[in-house]
């Protein structure tokens, strides 16, 4: 591990570090990134040597967000994003900043960093990541209704197979059985399945709990087939 194996992107923020300095950081950054999903608590310790080091160093404060984030420190996370946002500019790290307000009990604050207008400037993966989160908010205020609403009008059917799609499609899944719904969550929790070749969701597990059903990774319905894939 030498932090040669960072983006150039991340390399060139440090570049106005003392090199000796740049390359410790380096380390760290690239530590975090590799333990972030496998051991999520050394990876915060690492984004905190890092920060230690660099706290004016914009992608150091978003790896040591995205650390807190994944370990559990809510409150570390927004305060770590925030501090991103303002040294970049940089409208990426408003749906993480949005899941902390929520995890904190704030879900009006979720809703409300989610009608920034910058959400509309992000990618359709991170406007999706919104959306979930948005509908997450909702129904922690009792708004079964407009939790359902809100994934029901972002592109739930797109006949797309990305991981943004999968994501969707089982936030709709797991709403519906929250809000009751057990065999339309059913048809969901398959249509997730059915598109979920990288295993990024459980939504084969959930099926074996509510009906006994292993499924594999088939295409699309033949109802879905038609859809025409829309950015919501």
Known sequence: MTGKELDRNVLAQLRGLPEKLAARVARHLVAAGQLLDTDPDTAYRHAQAARAR???????REATGEAAYAAGHFAEALAELRAAKRMSGSPDYLPVMADCERALGRPERALALAKNPSVAKLPVAQQIEMTIVEAGARFDLGEVDSALRTLENAPVRSVAREDWVVRLRYAYADMLLRAGRREDAIVWFHRTAGIDGGGITDAAERLL?????VVEDTEAPDDERNDQPTVG
């Open 54 to 60: 660099a706290s004016r160093v914009a992608v150091v």
């Open 209 to 213: 709990e509510l009906e006994g059903v």
